[in-house]
T-cell receptor, first 114, second 114 residues
Framework: KQEVTQIPAALSVPEGENLVLNCSFT??????LQWFRQDPGKGLTSLLL?????REQTSGRLNASLDKSSGRSTLYIAASQPGDSATYLC?????????????FGQGTTLQVKP | ETGVTQTPRHLVMGMTNKKSLKCEQH?????MYWYKQSAKKPLELMFV???????ENNSVPSRFSPECPNSSHLFLHLHTLQPEDSALYLC?????????????FGQGTRLTVV
């Protein structure tokens, strides 16, 4: 059974710091991995999608990596800003399913202090 | 704006009420999903529809009844709910249920059962 874990559960950093959020999954048989951002009480905004054949994806100050063999992904945020404060979720699409389901971690809640 | 719109944004209902959640996607996608997000738990998949056909029911109680009249609209009909059903209900869509597809989420409906 695929399980997704995100560490740490919460993180507080001063503005301007570079930071790394971690995501691990137990079964390397995935189609892709997606990172999302969720603001309090709101829906999910897709940040980056990494296909299983890819090693990393970049969008602006965000860079996500994928090491499928070790079951790990990281989301790197450069020069953090208070507006980056949110919960970050990672989700994998397992090969064991043909219905497009995503398996989510519990998220890392990030606070960037001015 | 993700192209997926959910209404209402907030809903309070009694345990004997009947209500419906609505989701509409403007992305031309063929697959739609309902997820449930409870406090302190990861998002859980409830239902998947592909081309208006239900392809997954993730052991959801019958008091939740989905309906997909066309590929752009998805409903979740609610009746005789329990207080533990209070949660954020999120709708998502993807181009297809296939392997490399990316999911896009709506803003969610915050449901409170009293």
């Amino acid at each position: 059974k695929q399980e997704v874990t995100q560490i740490p559960a919460a993180l507080s950093v001063p503005e301007g710091e570079n930071l790394v959020l971690n995501c691990s999954f137990t079964d390397s048989a995935i189609y892709n991995l997606q990172w999302f951002r969720q603001d309090p009480g709101k829906g999910l905004t897709s940040l980056l999608l990494i296909q299983s054949s890819q090693r990393e994806q970049t969008s602006g100050r965000l860079n996500a990596s994928l090491d499928k063999s070790s079951g790990r992904s990281t989301l790197y945020i450069a020069a953090s800003q208070p507006g980056d404060s949110a919960t970050y979720l990672c989700a994998v699409r397992p090969r064991s399913s043909n219905t497009g389901k995503l398996i989510f971690g519990q998220g890392t809640t990030l606070q960037v202090k001015p | 704006e993700t192209g997926v719109t959910q209404t209402p944004r907030h809903l309070v209902m009694g345990m004997t009420n009947k209500k419906s959640l609505k989701c509409e996607q403007h992305l031309g996608h063929n697959a739609m999903y309902w997820y449930k997000q409870s406090a302190k738990k990861p998002l859980e998949l409830m239902f998947v529809y592909s081309l208006e056909e239900r392809v997954e029911n993730n052991s959801v109680p019958s008091r939740f009844s989905p309906e997909c009249p066309n590929s752009s609209h998805l409903f979740l009909h609610l009746h005789t709910l329990q207080p533990e059903d209070s949660a954020l209900y999120l709708c998502a869509s993807s181009q297809e249920v296939g392997r490399e597809t990316e999911a896009f989420f709506g803003q969610g409906t915050r449901l409170t059962v009293v």
